[in-house]
């Protein structure tokens, strides 16, 4: 895996309001499901995704090597129907110039007449999530239960558009 091409997906994703909705309600699940409360899990960079499907959504997330994200929280998934790939790949990066040795004499392509740093390649860990849309659409829903009591979001937020939030409406009634 190239830095580069984490960098081309992040500006894809940027450029897609519809991917950064995705990629919070993902984040979502994974908060729901108390994931981030295993080791490990919230150092998670997205280096691919969100690709949406009919039925599936699916990101990779990126770990340093030595901070493989602890497997139990990947249960946590798989038993709510996501599937959970681990795989170990190495990351292609430039290196700090801080001495000439850091640099790569064959130069780089894409500036002709520069120094280029050389390549380092770092151990990583690679966690493709595949979430269920249907869970996650499910995540989403205008409808949120306390104590066992539905409520509508979609009705409070219609209260307060009318105006039925203001505090002279609450004296009144």
């Known amino acids: 895996m190239d830095q580069l091409d984490i960098v081309k997906q992040l500006d894809k994703n940027i450029n897609r309001n519809s991917a950064l909705d995705i990629l919070m309600q993902v984040d979502a699940v994974l908060e729901n499901l108390n994931v981030y409360a295993y080791e490990n899990w919230i150092e998670g960079e997205i280096v691919d995704g969100p690709k949406i499907e009919r039925y599936w959504i699916t990101v990779t997330l990126l770990y340093p090597y030595k901070l493989m994200p602890n497997p139990d929280g990947a249960m946590r998934l798989i038993e709510k129907g996501a599937k959970v790939y681990f795989a170990q790949d190495e990351l292609i ?31 990583i860990w690679l966690v493709t999530l595949e979430i ?8 989403s829903a205008s409808k949120l239960q306390i104590d066992n009591m539905e409520i509508d979001t979609d009705q409070v937020e219609n209260a307060y558009d009318d105006g039925l939030g203001d505090d002279d409406a609450i004296q009144q009634s």
């Open 93 to 123: 990066t430039a290196a700090k110039l801080k001495t000439p040795d850091d640099i790569d004499h064959n130069g780089d392509p894409r500036r002709p007449n520069r120094p280029a740093a050389k390549k380092l390649k770092r151990p």
């Open 132 to 139: 269920p849309r249907q869970f996650m659409d499910a995540m």
